[in-house]
Structures are given as structure tokens and as C-alpha cells.
């Protein structure tokens, strides 16, 4: 069992934007409400109110769409327009393929979809706030492994109107349109930062720059801008932090099982497997020019690439280019004094990631009937996970945090999400199966229980409401008194336990559970996870070579470690 290649698709696939159905539009067409009308600097909108008094402003532009001779270039304002846009109705998605997560849902994994004027934005603001509210504001980036994902999968309503803050959904550039090193593209620059390889990035900046210049219409403080992302889209946090490109444009950053990797421009470009992507993709398509690149069609540019065994195209995801992320690297800048943007920042895993990916895997997982499903080794199925989702962790967590705090970054608090009620039927045991999984925390971010499509009645029970409910809010109140104040403290007025800063030397991670939260101390470390695999006699030496080989896999660098400690 090749279960290393599981661990590629965690470091890809990254968001249960995954299991999740885009929010769906309202059973009736939301019709324009006159209170919602606003003057940004491109033009009037107007937008509708929801059934909890949410007033809503879908699809707005906040870059000219990125076609043609605009492919692969820093992204240029939108174009103005006359009378009012009547903003009702999601964008559409960014081009992506579809994959192991979901397909299924009148699509097959490996279909093409979306377009590529997709850069728009959503605006939620709180009932009867107006352009001098002067709210916090709250600025979501999605997950989907930079290859996938929109943000009309998210629905942040709830959290606007319990905790009276303004929240932006984004989308950017995905796949080879977002992260793509090829020096054709680079010598054809029109400006500057044309030059860039993360265009996704400067997507995230340009709508970064858009709220700062409007977002005072719509109720928010545009010196009051928190920047939130789970899984790519808590990646796409730490990227912005560490950009010159974004410095001023937010005020605190919150990283929700984010990775802090990146790769070099040298190697995307000349490097070996999934490095070179965009020289091999050109290659195949017969496209060397610019000109010729730019010419590809999606289905062309799409089948240039290779497709991994969960659908995910294969391709480096944050790339060291010098102009959108210094050319040093993103672990490099949170471990330099002075090397990231000077905000506070939560970073936080969820205790079981990697079940998530386990989950949909057919070498781990019997699926009886398509529905029943059960692990075939359960208690190899949790050890692999332990130990994977501990060093999910120590890589964004542990680390990144220590390496800030010895730079005199102290303004640094952690989290680890422990829920783990998912219900059972029958076979099916959700809580054995998913526990804590990567990105089950969202629904909790967002108060807002919907998540895994027809699995979501057992996952979040009837019966476990009242409780499920109560960290919901906690949750929600601790983000929100950090976008207000930049320390979750206590959640604001709800007085809960007192979240403290990163302790340097021994890190101290705020634990969030169903019947209260409490701390847990002391850092992990790669050597301490390399010698308990070594010491670990409750698996054979098989299972023991297939967990090295799946660490391997997320850190080469030690990999002849995991393997010579899984031989002991």
C-alpha cells in the first residue's frame, strides 16, 4: 500500500471545501432590498437581505477578469460601470478539476469546470449596519489544496450576526492559472509584479486592496481587517503574511491547519516530478511562447498536466518568486526577525487531520453498499493517523510558532480543535472514522452545521446540538475579540477561559472540545515523533515502514530518519 501518496493528496487536497456542497442559493431568487444599495469606487450595488437580516452582496469585482493577454499577469482593476450592478447571485468558480472529494455530484472526478473570470468577492455585514458602523472585518480564503474550491461553499451568516463583524469571501486563481513558474511568462512582463509566479497571491492582495478602499460603505473599518483561511486557504494566510505585497492591508491573521511550505523558483522551474509542472505542461501542449501559452485552451492547458490517483493535479503550490513571497521561503520569513507583516496571528490543526483523507481512501476504508463504510484495520487506520496528523502539527504549529517567537514575534496564540461526536450507523462510526478531522472545525468557525452533503445528519446529531452549539459560539466569539482587539482573550463578553499567548520554549495551545476548553503545554518535535515511531511495539514492522514512508513523504529532508526509525 502506497499510503505516502496519502499524504501528498493532504498536502494538495487541504480543505473539506472538500466533502462540502456549495451554500445554495435561497428556494426563491433573493430580490434586490433598497437599504443595501452602496457606492464602491467602481460603481453602485445592490444587494439583498437574508432571513436572519444579513445583508448580502454576492459577485462583486474586484479585478478585471484575468483573460487572454491578462492570463498570468498581476491582476488590473475592474472597469467601472454606470447606474447600479445588482449583486445577488454568485461568480462563478475559478477553472479546476473536480476530484475524489467531489465528484459525484453530477460530475466525474477529473471534469473541467468553471471559468476564468472568476475573480470576485462576497460582502456580508451585520443587520442595519451602515457605512459608519465601523465594524471589524473578517476575510475568508478558501481551502481546496490551491487546485480547487470557490468561496460560495462558505456560508458565514451566522457569524456575522452573532458576533457584529463584517466577513469578505474570496476567490483566486487556481492550479496552473494561480501557480505557474515559466520564464516565457516571466520575460513577457508588462509590470513588476507581471514577473510573479503565485498570481493566486496577488488575486488574494488585489482583493486585499479592494476591501481596504471600500469596505467602510458595507459597515467594516478598513484598519480593522483580519485575514482568515483553513487548510490552502490558511497557506494563503501565511504567504500573505510573509509578502511585502500585503503589508498594511491587514491587521491580524488567523491559520487554520495551514501549511508554512513553499517551494524554490529554481526548482519550479528546473526542478525533478511535480517541481517543473508548468515546463512540463507547456512541453506537452507544444506551447514555449507566451504568446502560444496564453492561447491554450483550459482543456488543453488541464491535460498538460498529470493528475494524481485523488484527482489532484500535480504542481508545486506556493513558489519562492521573489516579488509575491520573498525568494528565502515562507518558514524562513516567520523564523527571520523582521521577516513577516507585524500582525498578531493564531495558528491551530484539528487533532485528527488526517482521517479526512483516510476516510475517502479505498485501501484503508471498506464501502459496503456505497454507504457502509468501516476501516479495514482500525487500529492501524488511527495510528497512521496519529502519527501523520501530529506532524501536521509540529510543521504548522510547533514550529512555525516557536521559530516566530525566538524572533521576537510574541504575538502568537495556538489552538488544537479536539470535536470528534460524529454519530454512528450501523458499520459507519464517524467519530472512529473522522474524530477531529481536517477542516470539521469550519462548520464551528461559521455556526453553521453543513459539511459533508448527506453524511451531515450523522456527523452533527440532534442529539449532541446543545453542546455542539455552545463551542460553535465559543469558537466564534474567540475569532471575532481577535479581529476586534488582535488577543482572543476571553471571547470578548462571553468571559471564557483566557486564551494565552504562545509560551516561548514550551508553546501552550488553547484545546477546543465540546463542554469547555483548556490548555495544553509543551511543543512537539520531529525527534520526538521519530522516536516514538521507533519505539512503538503496538505495530508490526510493516505498518511501522508504511507511516515512515507517509512522513517521507510530507519531509523529505528526514525521510532516511522515519525509515531507519520504523526499522529498529
Not at 442559493?25 to 460603481?43: F, H, N, Q, S, V
Not at 495551514?258 to 515546463?279: I, Y
Not at 488553547?510 to 516514538?532: E, F, N, P, S
Request: proline share 6%; glycine share 10%.
Amino acid at each position: 500500500m502506497k499510503t505516502g501518496r496519502i499524504f501528498v493528496a493532504a498536502a494538495l487536497a487541504a480543505g473539506l471545501a472538500a466533502c462540502a456542497k456549495p451554500a445554495t442559493e435561497p428556494d426563491a431568487p433573493p430580490k434586490p432590498a433598497a437599504e443595501t444599495l452602496r457606492t464602491t469606487a467602481e460603481g453602485d450595488v445592490i444587494g439583498f437581505v437574508d432571513d436572519k437580516g444579513v445583508q448580502t452582496w454576492r459577485g462583486i469585482p474586484f479585478a478585471a477578469p484575468p483573460v487572454g493577454d491578462l492570463r498570468w499577469r498581476a491582476p488590473r482593476p475592474p472597469a467601472a460601470w454606470k447606474g447600479w450592478r445588482e449583486t445577488l447571485n454568485f461568480a462563478a468558480k475559478c477553472p479546476q478539476l473536480t476530484n475524489v472529494f467531489n465528484a459525484g455530484e453530477g460530475a466525474q472526478a477529473g471534469d473541467l469546470q468553471g471559468s476564468e473570470d472568476c475573480l470576485y468577492l462576497n460582502v456580508y455585514a451585520p443587520p442595519k449596519s451602515t457605512g459608519s458602523s465601523k465594524l471589524p472585518v473578517m476575510v475568508f480564503i478558501h481551502g481546496g489544496g490551491n487546485v480547487w474550491g470557490s468561496a460560495s461553499q462558505y456560508d458565514p451568516s451566522n457569524l456575522v450576526a452573532n458576533e457584529n463583524v463584517v466577513v469578505v469571501t474570496v476567490q483566486y486563481r487556481l492550479g496552473p492559472l494561480g501557480w505557474f513558474a515559466h520564464e516565457a511568462i516571466r520575460d513577457s512582463a508588462a509590470a513588476p509584479h507581471d514577473k510573479a509566479a503565485n498570481f493566486g497571491t496577488l488575486d488574494l492582495v488585489a482583493a486585499l486592496q479592494w476591501v481596504k478602499a471600500n469596505i467602510g460603505v458595507f459597515g467594516g473599518d478598513p484598519a480593522l481587517v483580519t485575514i482568515f483561511g483553513e487548510s490552502a486557504g490558511g497557506q494563503n494566510v501565511a504567504t500573505l503574511v510573509a509578502s511585502p505585497l500585503a503589508r498594511d492591508l491587514f491587521s491580524r491573521a488567523i491559520i487554520q491547519s495551514g501549511l508554512f511550505d513553499s517551494t524554490p523558483l529554481a526548482r519550479a522551474e528546473n526542478g525533478e516530478a511535480e517541481a517543473n509542472a508548468a515546463r512540463k505542461a507547456a512541453e506537452r501542449a507544444g506551447a514555449e511562447t507566451a504568446d502560444a501559452l496564453r492561447a491554450l485552451s483550459l482543456e488543453a492547458l488541464f491535460a498538460a498536466y498529470e493528475v494524481n490517483e485523488g484527482g489532484y493535479l500535480t504542481m508545486p503550490l506556493v513558489i519562492e518568486d521573489g516579488v509575491a513571497l520573498p525568494e528565502t521561503g515562507l518558514r524562513a520569513a516567520f523564523a527571520a526577525k523582521g521577516g513577516i507583516n507585524a500582525v498578531p496571528i493564531i495558528t491551530g490543526v484539528n487533532r485528527d487531520e488526517m482521517k479526512l483523507f483516510q476516510f475517502v481512501d479505498p485501501r484503508l476504508v471498506n464501502r459496503w453498499f456505497g454507504v457502509l463504510l468501516f476501516a479495514k484495520n482500525q487500529k492501524f487506520y488511527d495510528r497512521l493517523a496519529e502519527y501523520q496528523s501530529r506532524l501536521w502539527r509540529i510543521r504548522s504549529v510547533d514550529e512555525p510558532a516557536s521559530a516566530m517567537a525566538a524572533a521576537g514575534h510574541l504575538d502568537v496564540y495556538a489552538y488544537r480543535f479536539d470535536w470528534d461526536e460524529g454519530g454512528r450507523f450501523l458499520l459507519t462510526d464517524l467519530k472512529k472514522l473522522l474524530g477531529a478531522a481536517h477542516a470539521i472545525e469550519i462548520p464551528f468557525v461559521f455556526n453553521k452545521f453543513k459539511l459533508l452533503g448527506r453524511l451531515d445528519p450523522l456527523m452533527f446529531q440532534e442529539k449532541d446540538a446543545a453542546a455542539r452549539e455552545e463551542l460553535s459560539r465559543a469558537m466564534g466569539a474567540y475569532w471575532a475579540a481577535f479581529a476586534r482587539g488582535g488577543d482572543p482573550g476571553t471571547g470578548g463578553p462571553r468571559e471564557l477561559a483566557q486564551w494565552p499567548r504562545w509560551r516561548t520554549g514550551g508553546g501552550t495551545l488553547m484545546r477546543l472540545d465540546a463542554g469547555g476548553r483548556d490548555l495544553l503545554t509543551g511543543a512537539d518535535t520531529v525527534d520526538q515523533l521519530i522516536a516514538d515511531l521507533a519505539a512503538d511495539r503496538s505495530l508490526s514492522a510493516k505498518q511501522r515502514a508504511i507511516i515512515a514512508e507517509a512522513l517521507g513523504v510530507w519531509l523529505p529532508e528526514r525521510k532516511a530518519d522515519f525509515a531507519a526509525a520504523a526499522a529498529r
